[in-house]
């Protein structure tokens, strides 16, 4: 980088870095560099936006991911909110509030993983705010999206008879955090659910497009608390089946020797799979085999959450979802 003064770069130069690594995005007609994006309006398609921070202690730990992977994961956990919607992600906007702790490389390694993120999604940076903070990194990152009017999937909207189903298999990023806490390595495999979460951008669209989904919602806070949501918003209960659950390899080893790490897959948070329900019993032949869901239970009329186990006995979490304020 560029420009240096008393040891760091200078704002305005980190910004010109910025706007050269960023680019620009076809459907905005001003990027970075003035004191707003301009996107002229697509008719006949819905804005989708969220926020999302990110605070050094609460959220992650520069200690235990590159700046690279942490700038990826920021964005992806942004963009995830879009692909629970059901919508195509266009713009993100950054904030950082920077440490002096921070180096310019490690400054400079964040922003091109959220850069790339963006990119391999067929999103942009397209702003944002840079100033020091006094101890800590803080993040704060806004994403806009494009969906065709109406189509975008929300929480209310399961009936009874639906079926609940998920992506991907559940439980991994929070297995991984709980080695990295216990000052173990999680393998390969749980490292990158953990680090590097894929937001479930195509299947969304997938659904949305083709009307699939009654309710959906991206798994940041774990399935019980996020299902919970949806269950909430809809008026109804729902029936899982514990064994249903999809699992990956590493986290069936891992259970096979702890098996009280199920509570893991049912509230253990940043999976960032989709949740979503369905009036259709089997999606096999509606969406391509490159997306594996998983049936996990039923939409019933009577409230609450029941997880059943294989003998038909009721099984009870003793973990609850991630809430910040308790
Ligand atoms: P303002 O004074 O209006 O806040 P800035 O000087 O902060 O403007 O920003 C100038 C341009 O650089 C704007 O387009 C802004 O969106 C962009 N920008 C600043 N910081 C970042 C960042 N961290 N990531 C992306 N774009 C940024
Ligand atoms: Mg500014």
Same mark, same amino acid.
């Given at each position: 980088?560029?420009?240096?003064?008393?040891?760091?770069?200078?704002?305005?130069?980190? &910004? /010109?870095? @910025?706007?050269?690594?960023? #680019?620009?995005?076809?459907? +905005?007609? =001003? $990027? !970075? *560099?003035?004191?707003?994006?301009?996107?002229?309006?697509?008719?006949?398609?819905?804005?989708?936006?969220?926020?999302?921070?990110?605070?050094?202690?609460?959220?992650?730990?520069?200690?235990?991911?590159?700046?690279?992977?942490?700038?990826?994961?920021?964005?992806?956990?942004? &963009? /995830?909110? @879009?692909?629970?919607?059901? #919508?195509?992600?266009?713009? +993100?906007? =950054? $904030? !950082? *509030?920077?440490?002096?702790?921070?180096?310019?490389?490690?400054?400079?390694?964040?922003?091109?993983?959220?850069?790339?993120?963006?990119?391999?999604?067929?999103?942009?940076?397209?702003?944002?705010?840079?100033?020091?903070?006094?101890?800590?990194?803080?993040?704060?990152?806004?994403?806009?999206?494009?969906?065709?009017?109406?189509?975008?999937?929300?929480?209310?909207?399961?009936?009874? *008879?639906?079926?609940?189903?998920?992506?991907?298999?559940?439980?991994?990023?929070?297995?991984?955090?709980?080695?990295?806490?216990?000052?173990?390595?999680?393998?390969?495999?749980?490292?990158?659910?953990?680090?590097?979460?894929?937001?479930?951008?195509?299947?969304?669209?997938?659904?949305?497009?083709?009307?699939?989904?009654?309710?959906?919602?991206?798994?940041?806070?774990?399935?019980? *608390?996020?299902?919970?949501?949806?269950?909430?918003?809809?008026?109804?209960?729902?029936?899982?089946?514990?064994?249903?659950?999809?699992?990956?390899?590493?986290?069936?080893?891992?259970?096979?020797?702890?098996?009280?790490?199920?509570?893991?897959?049912?509230?253990?948070?940043?999976?960032?799979?989709?949740?979503?329900?369905?009036?259709?019993?089997?999606?096999?032949?509606?969406?391509?085999?490159?997306?594996?869901?998983?049936?996990?239970?039923?939409?019933?009329?009577?409230?609450?959450?029941?997880?059943?186990?294989?003998?038909?006995?009721?099984?009870?979490?003793?973990?609850?979802?991630?809430?910040?304020?308790?």
């Amino acid at each position: 980088m560029p420009n240096k003064k008393s040891g760091h770069i200078e704002e305005f130069a980190l &910004i /010109s870095w @910025i706007q050269d690594k960023a #680019g620009q995005g076809d459907h +905005l007609s =001003l $990027g !970075i *560099g003035d004191d707003c994006a301009i996107q002229p309006q697509q008719s006949h398609q819905d804005l989708l936006t969220s926020t999302d921070l990110l605070i050094e202690g609460i959220h992650f730990k520069r200690e235990w991911s590159s700046m690279f992977d942490l700038g990826r994961k920021s964005a992806a956990v942004n &963009i /995830s909110d @879009i692909a629970a919607m059901g #919508g195509t992600p266009q713009s +993100l906007f =950054l $904030g !950082i *509030g920077r440490p002096k702790t921070m180096t310019d490389g490690e400054v400079e390694d964040f922003i091109s993983g959220v850069i790339a993120e963006a990119g391999s999604h067929g999103a942009v940076l397209a702003g944002g705010d840079s100033c020091a903070a006094p101890e800590g990194l803080m993040i704060s990152v806004t994403v806009q999206g494009a969906i065709s009017a109406g189509d975008a999937i929300c929480r209310q909207g399961a009936s009874y *008879g639906d079926a609940v189903y998920v992506s991907g298999p559940l439980g991994d990023s929070a297995l991984a955090l709980s080695l990295l806490q216990n000052g173990q390595q999680p393998d390969d495999y749980l490292a990158q659910r953990f680090h590097t979460p894929a937001p479930q951008v195509a299947l969304g669209q997938k659904l949305s497009s083709r009307h699939l989904a009654t309710a959906m919602l991206d798994i940041s806070d774990g399935l019980l *608390g996020d299902l919970g949501h949806i269950l909430e918003a809809s008026k109804v209960g729902a029936d899982l089946m514990l064994t249903n659950l999809p699992l990956s390899d590493s986290f069936q080893r891992a259970l096979n020797k702890d098996p009280e790490l199920i509570d893991l897959a049912l509230a253990g948070g940043e999976d960032y799979g989709l949740v979503f329900t369905s009036p259709l019993k089997d999606l096999s032949d509606q969406i391509d085999a490159e997306f594996t869901v998983t049936k996990v239970g039923v939409i019933s009329p009577t409230p609450g959450l029941r997880i059943f186990q294989d003998n038909g006995d009721l099984y009870s979490c003793k973990r609850r979802g991630f809430d910040h304020f308790s």
